[in-house]
């Protein structure tokens, strides 16, 4: 949970609810998923040092995305990331490796787990399908 101050209202946010922050001047936009924007006057910096860097990366000066809830990474050289609600945001070109680095990070317990259609369990190698 993260606490986002919105003037005199304080609202408390599930961290899984936010998409992307988007910075606007000295206010940062909360995009959730199920439930109105919230507009908060502290600066994107600060929300972002007090967010889960394995969860969040700050993709461009005036965007933190939600890594979990990346749909597409387009990575030529105007590089742009299409979240879950299909929102375009721009990726700066120096964030690229760091982004890049992240996703690896994210997909290595998933890529060591292997889906067999057939079943609903999950199984834990190739050679454990291959045994079947």
Not at 3 to 16: L, N, R, S, T, W
Not at 64 to 71: Q, R, S, Y
Not at 113 to 126: E, G
């Amino acid at each position: 949970m993260i606490i986002v101050a919105d003037g005199q209202i304080k609202h408390i946010v599930p961290v899984e609810e936010i998409l992307h922050l988007e910075s606007r001047r000295v206010y940062t936009i909360f995009h959730l998923k199920n439930a109105p924007q919230i507009i908060s006057c502290q600066h994107i910096g600060k929300v972002y040092n007090s967010l889960d860097r394995s969860i969040f990366l700050r993709v461009h000066r005036s965007h933190i995305v939600n890594l979990l809830e990346i749909k597409t990474c387009q990575l030529s050289r105007n590089g742009k990331i299409i979240l879950s609600d299909n929102t375009v945001v721009s990726i700066a070109q120096r964030r690229k490796t760091e982004l890049i680095r992240h996703l690896y990070q994210l997909s290595q317990p998933m890529e060591k787990m292997k889906i067999d259609p057939r079943r609903t369990d999950i199984i834990s190698s190739k050679s454990d399908m291959m045994a079947e």
